[in-house]
């Protein structure tokens, strides 16, 4: 029996049980739907997460810190000289696979004051102008300190827009946004002139939901407060939502940054011995030239720095690993539950396909006998239902392909709260293989027993 | 060469532990061109005959020929195909698919035979003309009345040029006058030199044909032939079953 013929006999089945098709329809669309929303949802949730995973420097950024003298080495411990600028210039000279070498000081607990404000910064550290690319900070007022600056140890700073925001006001409450370049702070009583400041980061959620607070515009004239209220609500959610990704963002924004030699100068002094400022490093940041070779790389710098060290393991290597490792935990764990549900809401569809299909080979037993007894074979009465039934589920997966555009337009509308769902074309693909699996799938069982009805009994059947 | 032949044809069921024997030891044969009916009452296992000639099933013991080819032992798949080919049934209750207009349903046997659409078009209305119900070919069967569907069925069982056409009680459903039609309709198919079997339990109807088949309790307890009577007068009440006590015959 000529193919194709079966198919429109499939369709011209289904166009004469309409209502009926399209409530079993009903239940594929909304498998596929489903599968592929909640796929575009976790697709935006892990954009998301990468998205801070770069803000933070990305994988290829790798810092060595000090790290206690291993037990078999201790009695070595007079050699064990820490992280000092030597390790900088070997590896600039020695570490080929690694580039972007740049030394970090830093001070804990700072206190930063303008008249009677105060704020302590998170990072609040002495390095180099690379550190910008490396933690990809973006000067937006201003500029990086320069050789000079370095070199004479001047008392400039770059700051990021949370320490802006408690020294000079704020944007969102006092309405307009401050240039804090040149002004001078205090950080532990020493003067600072501010010469630049960072941009503002945060994630693409925390953007959304500011630009929606943002739009919902001036509130209606009931006075100050309530218009204080607004913005205060939008503000808490900038620094708050987004839970532990959100976080890196207002580290970042809580930055200050002078050049390596003036945090030497002016706030190792004190910690010294023979009135030398400590040496010690607080961090050496590097980035990896090629992540494919990570291993190469950590090992070339493993080298090097035992020649520096002598020999002695007194550094660490840390890098980003663990924070993607647990993002890619977090995705899979969110899509296999996901996919998980929408799977079953799929496999329900197709218990309603193979449910109509048995109901509808029963009103049509007679059809069958008449079939068989004009010479229909008992491939072709399968191949029939089977057609009918996997039809069904492709007009229901192309429908349902529809539907979850909209599902996820609408998912976007009512709730901001979660990165913009992104419709990937492989979910898609697969939904839509899915729904034409469970289509041949339901139609396989009512099929065979159809095929399996003897002609003289079908045509005796009332 | 007889078109059918039946050898020492036994159907018999198992029903509860205990054997029924539908048809006992059948012997029979049908000529190319014959207009025979297979007459008896419900129970005689006239039914079951037809649908071993039909090949809708196949006889427990014996053979069966069907234009030269063995049935008795064929598949299911060749039995379908034979059907397909070589026989064409009317049934009592017409059996059109109602979602089918009359011309889609008169093709429904070349779906199963690869016959191209568009022949399958020029043999369905060439079959409609035959019953004279090529004007309504785009009518539902729900549309037509019960003898306008009677004959749509009739093309349908001659439109892949059938050897044999078996009709199961044709008239059953029909008003007495739309009957008599229907029957002047195989009549005049016969006359153009179709091999047409009706199975009936009347015998008024039986008595149309030149051959008559009487079964009961599953054997055939008359054969009536009226080429042999040498008789050729076909109207109903030229011949009744007391006039063809002569040529009663024995198994």
Known sequence: MNFLNTISIGFKEIWANKFRSMLTMLGIILGVGSLVAQSALVKGLENGMKEALVAVGGLEKVYITAQAIPAWQRHRAEQAVGNTMRDIRALQQSAPLVHLVVPEMRLPEAVVTSGSKAITPWHFVGTWPGSLDLNQHVVEYGRIFNDVDEEMARNVCVIGTDIRDALFGDPDEIGREVNPVGEFININNQRFRIIGMFRHYESELDRKTREQAASRGPAPETGGPSRRGVAGGAKRSRSGSGGGMGLAFEWKNKTIYIPLNTMWLRFRAGASTNNEPDPHLTAIYFKVNDLEHMNDALQQVKNVMSQTHNGIEDFAFNTQENYSESINTAVRNARLSGTIIAAISLLVGGVGIMNIMLASITERVREIGVRKAVGATFWDVFIQILVESVVIAVIGGLAGLLASKGLVNLLSILSPAGNSPVITWEAMIVAFGFSVAVGVLAGIFPGLKAARLHPIQALRYE | MPLVSLRNVSKIYRLGGEDIRALDDVTLDIDPGEFISIIGPSGSGKST????????????????????????????????????QKIGFVFQSFNLLPKLNVLQNVELPMNYSGVSNRERRDRAMDALRLVDMDNRAKHRPMQLSGGQQQRTAIARALVNRPKIVFADEPTGNLDTHTGEAILQLFYRLSQEGRTIALVTHDPEIAAFTPRRIEIRDGKIAIKVDERLAGTGAHSRFSLTRSDAEGTRETQ
Do not use: F, K
């Open chain 2, 49 to 84: 005959l037809m649908h071993i000639l039909g090949c809708l099933d196949t006889p427990t013991l014996g053979t069966m020929t069907l234009d030269g080819t063995m049935v008795q032992n064929a598949t299911e798949r060749e039995l379908a195909h034979i059907r397909n």
